[in-house]
């Protein structure tokens, strides 16, 4: 398999989130770089702050970078703005997020790139931070950014508190910026039934990993560490709601996931007599997030968690009150589905109509490879299906995790099938594009030798993916037909049918391409892998089936 395209994300925030023109302009600057994708625009009255989301290849986005500072530049004048979050310049902040293809230690050293030019020509005091700054004492943005744009003017003189780039003299319509690499970040609010701002501030100390300093029994300020690591959150108040939030970053999401972050502001809300009525997404989220806290808030339910994303995303967004303030669009709102548009993969979006009319066209791709590996999603589908409805029912519910942890296994195998289905249609078109690379002299013909053993290869392994997975289906499908409902043991019957067929199908694809290898080893390799596969999956589906009759023969079921 090559290398993943390398994609990099920007989320820059502009200290604008009133005029519409004003944002349009910065926001077309950006968009005016061939090959970046704008992917989210979230503007705030009360905050007077509009995150930007975009992606693309590193050097593009380091030019819409450039290009959306400097319309900023143009537009915002810093001695005129009011706001209910912490700023200090016309861009104030301007992270870069390795999304793929790309390390951390590269995005550091394109951000510091961006950072030395808009020094040099737009003359803005640039800060650098998280990764990109080199100093710790510098790394943290609320440190740099303390003392706000206000502050800043005498800040700026400080020996400590020269910029990396640009002027050692803040200007007063642009103010300062700060510009770095850094992880994947989520801005997450969390809604108050109170306006005061002091309760919500509480409640923010507590669940912050920074904390609050408190007294002890010597009458001594000491730091007392919050609940959450990774959190960073202050409280304000939102004039255009009537409510106080508690605003927070999640910094890392393995280590404070979204749902915690929620739970915990239950919790100290509750201790205060006050109750959180919803909560807010400021810019986008990763999908994955998005389903642990599906998962999360239906295990407390004690239900079982192995539904499909739409499903997930439903309990999360219910649960957490994410429409609160705003509808909670998936499509907008979760970075995964926006991404779809650069890493498309459109067979598994389409309906099942206009599948079958894509395969039915005049063209060899989808063809036998992308439909086999759709029938083994369909087979993990209906085996994730009887361990949902298993789940719930009154005399198995007593080990509803057993079948929630199998249904979630379904679910992981019925998306890997399904993305294997535009996987198989892309490397016979790659196939197809390395036959016709030119040979005319030694090094386009070596060129393209190359080419085409590489695409050989990945045509070979995506259908032996498929036969893989499909006999790890057969092991939940095996699951269900012995402690499953037997009222469903038929739709167990049906996925193993396809997943055998599936791994028939597969194992031709497997044998079409294995000529086109000249490593004679290799090609020996695969066809023995496809072969010892072969024979397991029909054994097992053999006997699978053989069960299942003598079950449908031999035991009446209930309607």
């Not at 016309?90 to 790139?113: K, Q």
């Not at 548009?341 to 992308?370: D, K």
Request: proline share 5%; hydrophobic share 40%.
């Amino acid at each position: 398999m090559g290398q993943p395209k390398a994609l990099v994300e920007c989320v820059p925030n502009f200290s604008e989130g009133r005029d519409p023109n004003k944002i349009k302009f910065i926001t077309d600057a950006i968009s005016s770089v061939e090959g970046v994708h704008l992917l989210d625009v979230d503007s705030g009255r009360d905050t007077n702050r509009t995150v930007v989301t975009f992606v693309g290849p590193p050097e593009a986005v380091a030019e819409a970078a450039f290009r959306g500072i400097q319309a900023a530049k143009q537009v915002i004048d810093m001695r005129h703005h009011k706001g209910a979050h912490p700023r200090m310049g016309a861009t104030d902040v301007c992270p870069f997020v390795p999304i793929s293809g790309i390390t951390m230690e590269e995005t550091a050293a394109l951000a510091r790139r961006v950072g030395e030019r808009v020094g040099k020509e737009l003359a803005i005091p640039v800060y650098l931070y998280e990764h990109a700054q080199p100093d710790p004492r510098r790394k943290s943005l609320s440190v740099i950014r303390a003392g706000e744009y206000e502050g800043f003017f005498e800040k700026i003189k400080l020996p400590e508190w020269k910029p990396d780039y640009g002027p050692d003299e803040l200007p007063p319509q642009s103010g300062a910026t700060v510009i770095g690499a850094r992880n994947f970040l989520v801005a997450f609010n969390v809604n108050l039934n109170t306006t005061s701002v002091r309760r919500a501030n509480a409640i923010a100390f507590d669940v912050r990993e920074a904390g609050r300093k408190v007294l002890n029994e010597k009458g001594e300020y000491v730091h007392q560490p919050g609940w959450l690591k990774a959190v960073k959150a202050i409280g304000w108040y939102l004039k255009e709601h009537g409510i106080a939030q508690v605003s927070m970053n999640l910094t890392d999401l393995s280590v404070t996931p979204v749902h915690v972050a929620f739970d915990a502001c239950v919790r100290s809300a509750a201790d205060r007599g006050l109750r959180v009525t919803g909560s807010e997404l400021v810019g986008l989220i990763p999908l994955q997030a998005m389903l642990d806290a599906g998962r999360y808030f239906l295990h407390k339910q004690r239900r079982s968690s192995g539904l499909s994303e739409k499903e997930l995303i439903a309990i999360a967004v219910r649960s957490m009150g994410l429409n609160e303030l705003y509808p909670f669009e998936p499509q907008k709102k979760i970075i995964e589905y926006r991404l779809r548009e650069v890493t498309a993969t459109p067979l598994a979006h389409m309906s099942l109509g206009a599948f079958t009319e894509e395969v039915a066209r005049e063209s060899p791709a989808p063809g036998g490879g992308s439909v086999a590996a759709l029938l083994g999603s369909l087979a993990a589908s209906l085996g994730t299906m009887v361990a949902n409805l298993t789940a719930h029912k009154r005399d198995f519910e007593h080990n509803w995790k057993w079948y929630s942890d199998w249904a979630e296994k379904g679910q992981h195998l019925r998306q890997a099938l399904l993305l294997l289905v535009d996987d198989d249609t892309k490397a016979f078109n790659q196939l197809l594009s390395s036959h016709g690379m030119a040979k005319t002299t030694e090094a386009e013909a070596l060129a393209r030798s190359k080419a085409i053993q590489e695409a050989t290869q990945q045509a070979i392994e995506i259908p032996l993916r498929v036969m893989q997975l499909c006999n790890d289906t057969l092991d939940l499908l095996q699951n269900m037909m012995e402690k499953g409902n037997p009222n469903s043991i038929s739709d167990v019957g049906v996925g193993v049918c396809c997943a055998r067929a599936a791994a028939e199908g597969a194992a031709l694809n497997v044998r079409i391409n294995l000529p086109g290898l000249t490593d004679a080893a290799l090609r020996e390799q695969y066809a023995q892998h496809a072969d010892k596969l072969q024979q397991e999956i029909r054994q097992r589906a053999e006997e699978l089936l053989d069960r299942i009759q003598q079950f449908l023969t031999s035991t009446p079921t209930a309607p």
